[in-house]
């Protein structure tokens, strides 16, 4: 990483190749290669962490759905919804963590013909043992961010997320034309 003229990071052989690829406005090209760069960092310090502890970051991500979820429990498509993937992938994932005994799919009780998955007492568990680890990577993942900094962040990234479900949204409708 380098600091620019402003004294902002950037990242040189993204900035070449982008300008490879776009000839003209490559900050776009250049933040959402940022955005790939800092996901994959996060989602390494996940994995190390969760995998010493037999899940894969995106089963954990389930794990701590459910947790929120408290005794209710989610529905499958409940949990793709809000993780942003498909059904099939919690499906999945779903199996390995009751293979693994961290959650059960029970009945629900509003509609008999859908099935909803909790949280066990093992799995609530696996996350009291994983919570404290999880805290201090994400401590020093933002050592010296403000929480101004955290704030904004969380807005930019989100407001990523929004314009591309907007996006989506506006391309399926011309799509349905």
């Avoid at 799919?105 to 994983?130: H, M």
Wanted: hydrophobic share 40%.
């Amino acid at each position: 990483m380098e600091h620019d003229s402003t004294g902002l990071l950037y990242d040189p052989l993204a900035r070449a190749a982008m300008s490879e690829f776009a000839e003209d406005d490559i900050l776009p090209f250049e933040a959402a290669a940022a955005v790939r760069t800092a996901f994959q960092a996060i989602e390494r310090m996940r994995s190390h962490g969760s995998e010493g502890r037999g899940l894969s970051s995106g089963a954990m991500d389930v794990l701590l759905r459910l947790s929120a979820a408290g005794d209710e429990g989610r529905s499958i498509g409940e949990l793709a919804q809000s993780a942003g993937v498909s059904s099939r992938n919690v499906t999945g994932l779903v199996d390995t963590l009751e293979k693994d005994g961290l959650v059960r799919r029970v009945q629900d009780p509003r509609d008999r013909r859908s099935v909803l998955a909790r949280i066990t007492p093992d799995g609530r568990a696996w996350i009291e043992a994983f919570r404290k680890p999880s805290q201090l990577a994400m401590a020093a993942m933002f050592r010296g961010f403000s929480p101004e900094e955290l704030a904004s962040l969380r807005h930019l990234c989100l407001r990523l997320a929004d314009n591309q479900q907007r996006l989506a949204e506006h391309l399926s409708a011309q799509e349905a034309r």
